[in-house]
């Protein structure tokens, strides 16, 4: 599986955009990007995924550089609500089909007023 | 309202007992799938079911054991060969166009 490195903790003032950083320099060509977040004691949250082009929902955008080595959430106005662990994960396909989540330690991003 | 539903979110069980975990979708989605949570680390995956009556062990399986008779539930079992049962359970499913595993809201067990 291919690993993903992130910062442990992150601050941002609640109304900036918070960018959010992710190494993953042993992509493979036809894996994933995926985000998801986790706020305390809930189920993971999906936020975005991508695979070479960038990519823009109603929640966030996922910048991935050219070589796939890296990429960039962005929350584009933060909120104290976005306070939460920031997993960026490598989708592997599975066996028979499906797909497995490795997910790491995350970011901690914690928003603040 | 779609979604997936685990039961109960708070689950206490002396050591030694076998213990079943609830996991319910009504997203009609194929795929579904256990993680364990260990405090301030990542998910690990437990179990994975592709298809009714047909399951995969993940990367920690050894102590546990699923079943899948319905597409709707797959409910996991921690059985009394699992050396450290407590901790934050999460169930996911995704479907076979999307892709996109979503997750429900967690149980929590301790083994007292």
């Known amino acids: 599986d291919a690993k993903t490195t992130q910062p442990p903790s992150m601050d941002c003032a609640e109304g900036r955009a918070a960018n959010l950083p992710c190494n993953h320099s042993?992509?493979?060509?036809?894996?994933?990007v995926y985000w998801y977040r986790q706020i305390h004691s809930q189920g993971p949250q999906y936020i975005i995924h991508g695979l070479k082009n960038n990519e823009t929902n109603e929640m966030a955008s996922l910048i991935i550089t050219e070589d796939r080595k890296s990429s960039t959430l962005i929350l584009p106005h933060a909120t104290l609500r976005d306070t939460a662990v920031y997993y960026c994960?490598?989708?592997?396909?599975?066996?028979?089909?499906?797909?497995?989540?490795?997910f790491g330690t995350g970011t901690q991003l914690k928003v603040e007023l | 309202d779609g979604g997936i539903t685990q039961s109960p979110k708070y689950l206490f069980r002396k050591e030694g007992q076998n213990v079943t975990l609830s996991c319910e979708q009504n997203l009609n989605h194929d795929a579904m799938y256990w993680y364990r949570q260990d405090p301030g680390q990542g998910l690990r995956l437990i179990y994975y079911s592709q298809i009714v009556n047909d399951f995969q062990k993940g990367d920690i399986a050894e102590g546990y054991s699923v079943s899948r008779e319905k597409k709707e539930s797959f409910p996991l079992t921690v059985t009394s060969a699992q050396k450290n049962p407590t901790a934050f359970y999460l169930c996911?499913?995704?479907?076979?166009?999307?892709?996109?595993?979503?997750f429900g809201p967690g149980t929590r067990l301790t083994v007292l």
């Open positions: 042993t992509i493979s060509g036809n894996e994933y």
């Open positions: 994960i490598v989708r592997a396909i599975l066996t028979g089909g499906g797909n497995k989540l490795t």
């Open positions: 996911a499913s995704s479907d076979r166009v999307r892709d996109t595993q979503y």
